[in-house]
């Protein structure tokens, strides 16, 4: 089993930057590829970006790409998702996943693992 613990939301204004972490604990060398997905009110949750163990590649949705960076600290088994230039379409709650596959994915049923999720509101 995998546990991720997300936290770092917050309420923000728009353009203002926010750090999100995820902290992974229990069996974490099963896990190849770890992401984030967010979910606004009457929404489905949607795919923002996901870290590859293999290479430390990363791959976002066009949505965020530019404004958004994925990192991990391995030391602490711990990914980051810093946001910058935030809109108020970012309004959402953040969830952390880890996949035990060693592709990325960009699906939720590709997923194993779910934290409980972060809200970020963004006020314009």
């Known amino acids: 089993q995998v546990q991720v613990v997300e936290s770092g939301g917050g309420l923000v204004q728009a353009g203002d930057s926010l750090r999100l972490s995820c902290a992974a604990s229990?069996?974490?060398?099963?896990?190849?590829?770890m992401g984030w997905f967010r979910q606004a009110p009457g929404k489905e949750r949607e795919f923002v970006a996901a870290w590859r163990s293999v290479g430390g590649s990363t791959y976002y949705a066009d949505s965020v790409k530019g404004r958004f960076t994925i990192s991990r600290d391995n030391a602490k088994n711990t990914m980051y998702l810093q946001m910058n230039s935030l809109k108020p379409e970012d309004t959402a709650v953040y969830y952390c996943?880890?996949?035990?596959?060693?592709?990325?994915?960009?699906?939720?049923?590709?997923?194993?693992?779910w934290g409980q999720g972060t809200q970020v509101t963004v006020s314009s």
């Open positions: 996943a880890a996949r035990s596959g060693s592709y990325f994915a960009t699906t939720v049923a590709n997923y194993d693992y």
């Open positions: 229990g069996r974490t060398l099963n896990v190849y590829v």
